[in-house]
């Protein structure tokens, strides 16, 4: 991906930025424009509150190309609170194991590097809420 699709992306890798949908009130992640649940226009800017739970994961132990170094980790779908599923990596979990149902929050994290100048690329990733005593 080039550095001016990461530009026009930033919204929603970096805040969670998505849409909702004026005439059903569908929470969408990704933006789409279009409501997958009414099909109606949806261009109205939504922040998501970026916290939600594991729905699922799996543990990568062989990595695409560009991700070697990174291996093992664990990708996981998030339903978040406002109900869309967002596939993404979990971090900070150490030997943890992480479960279904584990609350999770959203934080910018390294995502990798771009390009013979190693352009760094950033995104969210999801770790375990951290639990203040």
């Known amino acids: 991906m080039e550095i001016t699709s990461h530009w026009r992306i930033k919204k929603q890798r970096y805040a969670l930025v998505g849409e909702v949908c004026p005439h059903c009130a569908s929470k969408i992640f990704p933006p789409r424009d279009i409501c997958p649940e009414c099909g109606d226009?949806?261009?109205?800017?939504?922040?998501?509150?970026?916290?939600?739970?594991?729905?699922?994961?799996?543990?990568?132990?062989?990595?695409?190309?560009?991700?070697?170094?990174?291996?093992?980790?664990?990708?996981?779908?998030?339903?978040?609170?406002?109900?869309?599923?967002?596939?993404?990596?979990?971090?900070?979990?150490?030997?943890?194991?992480?479960?279904?149902?584990?609350?999770?929050?959203?934080?910018?994290?390294?995502?990798?590097?771009?390009?013979?100048?190693g352009i760094l690329i950033y995104g969210y990733k999801f770790r375990p809420v951290l639990e203040i005593a």
């Open 41 to 117: 226009e949806a261009k109205d800017l939504y922040q998501f509150s970026g916290r939600g739970e594991v729905y699922s994961y799996t543990t990568l132990y062989n990595a695409p190309a560009g991700y070697e170094e990174q291996a093992p980790y664990t990708v996981a779908m998030v339903q978040l609170e406002e109900g869309p599923l967002v596939t993404a990596q979990l971090t900070d979990i150490d030997e943890k194991e992480p479960e279904v149902g584990m609350p999770v929050e959203m934080v910018t994290r390294k995502l990798g590097s771009e390009g013979d100048r």
